[in-house]
């Protein structure tokens, strides 16, 4: 099976920007799609990204459209979430989630998920 492995959380002021990792290992991901998904304090997990893993699709909360970008680096079985101009609502803990088809924005479509990485946006 597919194993997924979060990096590059951590504190950082509100303006500024972080860059998440998402480490693929396993089986190969072909078709896959890849999502970031984040879930704060007493919230719901709720979808952030998503994309095709070949790069043709890309979809984008509406509440990070314009400062959050996702990409993928096919060679290193990776998926980025690159975060710009983050607000205090950002906190929460980012998870990386793939499923063999179409980039969807429910979590409990995605088959394999991450141990997430915590990212704190300070005032």
């Known amino acids: 099976q597919v194993q997924l492995a979060e990096s590059g959380g951590g504190l950082v002021q509100a303006g500024g920007s972080l860059r998440l990792s998402c480490a693929a290992s396993?089986?190969?991901?072909?078709?896959?799609?890849m999502g970031w998904f984040r879930q704060a304090s007493g919230k719901e997990r709720e979808f952030v990204a998503g994309?095709?893993?070949?790069?043709?699709?890309?979809y984008y909360a509406e509440s990070v459209k314009g400062r959050f970008s996702i990409s993928t680096d096919n060679a290193k079985n990776t998926v980025y979430l690159q975060m710009n101009s983050l607000k205090p609502e950002d906190t929460a803990v980012y998870y990386c989630?793939?499923?063999?088809?179409?980039?969807?924005?429910?979590?409990?479509?995605?088959?394999?998920w991450g141990q997430g990485t915590q990212v704190t946006v300070s005032t």
């Open positions: 989630a793939a499923r063999a088809s179409s980039v969807v924005v429910t979590a409990t479509q995605y088959d394999y």
């Open positions: 396993g089986r190969t991901f072909g078709s896959y799609a």
């Open positions: 994309i095709s893993w070949s790069g043709a699709r890309l």
